[in-house]
Structures are given as C-alpha cells and as structure tokens.
C-alpha cells in the first residue's frame, strides 16, 4: 500500500519559518522523483519544488525554500524561510517514477498539510 503522509504545516507569521515533512512507504523511495506541491483557494496547483538528481524551485519561493530528501528515512522536507502571506496554502507531497517525463502509472499523492501565514 503505498502512502505518503505529510506533516508539519500550521499557522506563521509573515517572516517565519516552516518545516514540512513527508514520510513514504509502499514503495522504493530512492527511485522516484519527489515534489511539493501547493494550492491555494480559487488558484491552480502549483509546482513549489523538486528533488531528483538535483534540486528545482519555483521562482517565487527561489531563495526561501529548500527542498530536501533522507532516502534511509524515505522521507522528503521542505524548509521553508521568510514566509509571506501569499505562501498561504495546502502543500501536498508527489512522488513520480519518471525521471524526465512524468510517469503517469506510477504517480502518487499526499493529502496535504495546511499552511497559514498571518500576522
């Protein structure tokens, strides 16, 4: 049974920091390409960040997040610093087989942890 369990999201204050984690099982972690993800109400999904052979951000979170992975914990975080308001959202973890081109039949899903930066 595959599952990918993220934690740590909460409410911040605007400058604050955050760190997420997702934790996976079900599958051999070391061979897929890890994400997080974010969305917020009223937008689309969005890619935040990614970690495979090498790192990946979002220019908006470029300088602020760092996106990491522990292949012995099969464990995937996201260190989010200088938070902004507009960093408001669900955040969800993805693990993908493909490691160039998404790999549809192999594409799994958290359920998210919600984020909140509020003063």
Same mark, same amino acid.
């Given at each position: 049974q595959v599952q990918l369990v993220e934690s740590g999201g909460g409410l911040v204050q605007? !400058? !604050?920091s955050l760190r997420l984690s997702c934790a996976a099982s079900g599958f051999t972690f070391s061979r897929y390409y890890m994400s997080w993800y974010r969305q917020a109400p009223g937008k689309e999904r969005e890619l935040v960040a990614s970690v495979g052979g090498s790192t990946n951000y979002a220019d908006s979170v470029k300088g602020r997040f760092t996106i990491s992975r522990d292949?012995?914990?099969n464990t995937v975080y996201l260190?989010?610093?200088s938070l902004k308001p507009?960093?408001?959202a669900v955040y969800t973890c993805n693990a993908n087989r493909g490691w160039y081109v998404p790999n549809k039949a192999y594409d799994y899903w958290g359920q998210g942890t919600q984020?909140?930066?509020s003063s």
């Open positions: 605007p !400058g !604050g292949n012995a914990k260190q989010m610093n507009e960093d408001t984020v909140t930066v």
